[in-house]
């Protein structure tokens, strides 16, 4: 994968992406439609540069990818699901007014130290 | 840490940030504008747009980027992703701002952080979060096709919203604490309209709240009470959409400005100028604020018209509002 950037997940490269990724993933469930996904990218952007090399940041499009979608019960987006080792950890639902440090406070639970 | 200095600070992207920018910017004054996420602020999910003057209809992101690249093209730099942590008075009456490692200081700072989606306060309101319950309906109507749904509110986002979720869900019930609407009679008489239709998939509850949001994982059904007669039901439905009005996004700037006890930024509704000298504030945030396009636009354009005037004469901050200020005297 490319360091620190934002990686386009769907249905078929799910499992190989997120749920058997060595680094917890952070997945983006949004779609076209929706203002506040557009809205959150710079978030994420930043969170995956900062985070590199010790989390993923996927987009999953719920449009395209609906059996992922569905599968996971989304009903509402954007939603943030952190997994690790193929578990759903943590989630964050909507955009809150504190986004990007709410963001960083569910995610650093679960990272590992940093390897460098 | 990098330390840059500008005359103008605006913090929000939002119609008022923009608005503010888009005047500075045209007074060569070195402007920056920090928005926590994209541009846009509430506007961004509103897709018909029919009450800003002399634009008979847009939606709310393309508004928003023909608003971003007319205050870029004057020079103000809009920098996304910068979530503003803190402010600071400094000695030389200037102002810094700290946004996620980085100072940024000017000698005006204008507050146009804008509003979030009300709670309802209910019980199983954030239980079921993501799981059927929902403040945005451009967002989330997609996954209710087939579905029955709860809108509650009676405010113009509210009436958009519903007619919004009509055309996805197999049933939407709106609720509405009080016996008429408030919004925009245009809008009432379209979603009337809509509710007398023949087989039509939308009902209204006049005088009806919601108490309880109930389930198991999910949302399957929401407690309503109508407020006259005091009679209590269980209302079975997926989802419950929630349009009840907005509150400002000025936690971060408690220790900074006056706030009201609901979290409004106190000012003289006028000039708009904060408790703090040099600090103004425009849109939604602020007390007395129509919570509209338009007056968000005003408010940045006030607020960037007044600041030459406190950078004309720091005294003039505490001057109480005037009929003797002219532009010309600017």
């Given at each position: 994968?490319?360091e620190?950037?934002l990686?386009?997940?769907?249905?078929?490269?799910f499992?190989?992406q997120?749920?058997?990724?060595?680094?917890?993933?952070?997945?983006?469930?949004?779609a076209p439609?929706?203002?506040p996904?557009?809205m959150?990218?710079p978030?994420?952007e930043k969170?995956?540069?900062?985070?590199?090399?010790?989390?993923k940041?996927?987009?999953?499009?719920?449009?395209?990818?609906?059996?992922?979608?569905?599968?996971?019960g989304i009903?509402?987006?954007?939603?943030?699901?952190?997994?690790?080792?193929?578990?759903?950890?943590?989630q964050?639902?909507g955009?809150?007014?504190g986004?990007?440090?709410?963001?960083k406070?569910?995610i650093e639970?679960?990272l590992?130290?940093?390897?460098? | 840490?990098?330390?840059?200095?500008?005359?103008v600070?605006?913090i929000g992207?939002?119609?008022?940030g923009?608005?503010?920018?888009?005047?500075t910017?045209r007074?060569?004054?070195?402007?920056?504008?920090?928005?926590k996420?994209q541009?846009?602020?509430q506007?961004i999910?509103?897709?018909?747009?029919?009450?800003?003057?002399?634009?008979?209809?847009?939606?709310?992101?393309?508004?928003i980027e023909r608003?971003?690249?007319q205050g870029e093209?004057f020079?103000a730099?809009?920098?996304t992703g910068?979530?503003?942590?803190?402010l600071?008075?400094?000695k030389?009456?200037?102002?810094?701002?700290?946004?996620?490692?980085d100072?940024?200081?000017a000698?005006?700072?204008?507050?146009a952080?804008g509003?979030g989606?009300?709670?309802?306060?209910?019980p199983?309101?954030?239980e079921f979060?993501?799981?059927g319950?929902?403040?945005?309906?451009t967002?989330?109507?997609?996954?209710?096709?087939?579905?029955?749904?709860?809108a509650?509110?009676g405010g113009?986002?509210?009436?958009?919203?519903?007619?919004?979720l009509?055309k996805?869900?197999d049933?939407?019930?709106?609720i509405?604490?009080?016996d008429?609407f408030?919004?925009?009679?245009?809008?009432?008489?379209e979603?009337?309209?809509?509710?007398?239709?023949?087989?039509?998939?939308?009902i209204i509850?006049?005088?009806?709240?919601?108490t309880?949001?109930k389930?198991?994982?999910?949302?399957?059904?929401?407690k309503l009470?109508n407020v006259k007669?005091?009679?209590?039901?269980?209302?079975p439905?997926?989802?419950?959409?929630?349009?009840?009005?907005?509150?400002?996004?000025?936690?971060?700037?408690?220790?900074?400005?006056e706030?009201?006890d609901?979290?409004f930024i106190?000012?003289?509704?006028?000039?708009?100028?904060?408790?703090?000298?040099g600090?103004?504030?425009?849109?939604?945030?602020?007390i007395?604020?129509?919570?509209?396009l338009?007056?968000?636009?005003?408010?940045?354009?006030?607020?960037?018209?007044?600041?030459k005037?406190?950078?004309?004469?720091k005294?003039?901050?505490?001057?109480p509002v005037?009929?003797?200020?002219?532009p010309g005297g600017w």
């Amino acid at each position: 994968m490319e360091e620190g950037k934002l990686i386009n997940v769907g249905d078929a490269d799910f499992e190989s992406q997120v749920l058997k990724s060595d680094v917890p993933v952070l997945v983006d469930f949004w779609a076209p439609w929706c203002g506040p996904c557009h809205m959150a990218a710079p978030v994420l952007e930043k969170i995956a540069q900062q985070y590199k090399g010790r989390l993923k940041v996927c987009k999953l499009n719920v449009d395209e990818a609906r059996r992922t979608a569905i599968d996971h019960g989304i009903m509402s987006i954007p939603t943030l699901n952190i997994f690790k080792g193929g578990e759903i950890v943590d989630q964050i639902i909507g955009v809150t007014p504190g986004y990007e440090s709410d963001v960083k406070k569910k995610i650093e639970p679960h990272l590992q130290e940093s390897a460098g | 840490m990098s330390d840059v200095t500008y005359d103008v600070i605006i913090i929000g992207a939002g119609p008022a940030g923009l608005g503010a920018a888009l005047y500075t910017s045209r007074d060569r004054l070195k402007t920056l504008v920090l928005e926590k996420f994209q541009p846009g602020g509430q506007i961004i999910n509103t897709d018909r747009i029919e009450n800003y003057p002399g634009i008979e209809q847009i939606d709310g992101p393309g508004l928003i980027e023909r608003m971003q690249k007319q205050g870029e093209s004057f020079g103000a730099e809009i920098k996304t992703g910068c979530e503003v942590t803190n402010l600071e008075k400094l000695k030389d009456g200037s102002i810094a701002v700290y946004c996620d490692g980085d100072k940024f200081s000017a000698r005006v700072v204008i507050l146009a952080p804008g509003s979030g989606y009300r709670n309802l306060g209910i019980p199983g309101e954030e239980e079921f979060r993501g799981a059927g319950v929902s403040y945005c309906g451009t967002c989330d109507a997609p996954f209710f096709k087939g579905k029955q749904v709860v809108a509650v509110g009676g405010g113009n986002t509210a009436v958009e919203e519903t007619l919004h979720l009509a055309k996805f869900a197999d049933k939407v019930t709106m609720i509405h604490r009080r016996d008429e609407f408030r919004a925009a009679k245009v809008l009432v008489e379209e979603l009337l309209k809509k509710v007398n239709e023949p087989n039509s998939n939308l009902i209204i509850k006049y005088s009806t709240v919601a108490t309880a949001i109930k389930g198991e994982g999910k949302v399957q059904s929401v407690k309503l009470k109508n407020v006259k007669t005091g009679q209590e039901e269980d209302y079975p439905c997926s989802g419950v959409f929630i349009f009840i009005g907005m509150v400002p996004n000025t936690d971060f700037l408690k220790d900074f400005v006056e706030l009201t006890d609901r979290g409004f930024i106190k000012c003289d509704c006028a000039y708009l100028r904060t408790n703090v000298p040099g600090v103004f504030v425009a849109g939604d945030c602020r007390i007395g604020a129509a919570m509209q396009l338009a007056t968000a636009v005003a408010d940045g354009v006030i607020a960037a018209m007044m600041l030459k005037q406190y950078f004309r004469d720091k005294k003039w901050w505490n001057e109480p509002v005037s009929d003797l200020l002219q532009p010309g005297g600017w």
